[in-house]
């Protein structure tokens, strides 16, 4: 009997054909983003004022809430390299799994539905970014 596992053979073909980013779940890469973001926790871009718990999962899912110190509306993206970005959060956690791992840039583009041009944009961000830290 043979243990090996064959390489290209259909089931994996067939995974890697329906892998993309809507397969993950939505809060795990919100999670993931958030954490990556605010590594010290949610925090009011103008004032600084912590995010109270009643609100954090709703600032965790990225959705917009309104300061109570200061009553400026962020959300975790706003004054990141998040902010004003055309890429889902499940989107960039894809593309920075499989730039990690040397994917061609045409296989990403097509696993998170984005194009090449879009892929390049992030993996120069994502160095430049790297740079700075
Ligand atoms: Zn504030």
């Known amino acids: 009997m043979n243990?090996?596992?064959a390489v290209g053979n259909t089931i994996t073909d067939s995974a890697r054909a329906a892998f993309a980013a809507d397969c993950l779940r939505?809060?795990?890469c919100?999670?993931?983003?958030?954490?990556?973001?605010h590594p010290a926790g949610g925090r009011c871009p103008e004032c600084g004022a912590a995010v109270p718990d009643r609100q954090i999962n709703?600032?965790?899912?990225?959705?917009?809430?309104e300061c109570c110190e200061c009553g400026r509306w962020f959300s975790a993206a706003?004054?990141?390299?998040?902010?004003?970005?055309k890429l889902?959060?499940?989107?960039?956690?894809v593309l920075a799994?499989?730039?990690?791992?040397?994917?061609?840039?045409a296989l990403i583009?097509?696993?998170?539905?984005?194009?090449?041009?879009?892929?390049?944009?992030w993996r120069d961000k994502f160095m430049t970014l790297q740079e700075v830290s």
Do not use: C, H, K, Y
Not at 30 to 37: D, E, H, P, S, V
Not at 78 to 85: D, L, P, Q, R
């Open 3 to 5: 243990n090996q596992v």
């Open 26 to 28: 939505r809060d795990v």
């Open 30 to 37: 919100l999670a993931w983003l958030a954490g990556q973001l």
């Open 58 to 65: 709703r600032w965790r899912s990225f959705g917009r809430l």
């Open 78 to 85: 706003s004054g990141t390299w998040m902010a004003g970005a």
């Open 88 to 93: 889902a959060p499940n989107q960039v956690f």
């Open 97 to 105: 799994v499989l730039l990690s791992m040397d994917v061609d840039v």
């Open 109 to 121: 583009a097509s696993a998170i539905g984005a194009s090449e041009v879009t892929v390049r944009f």
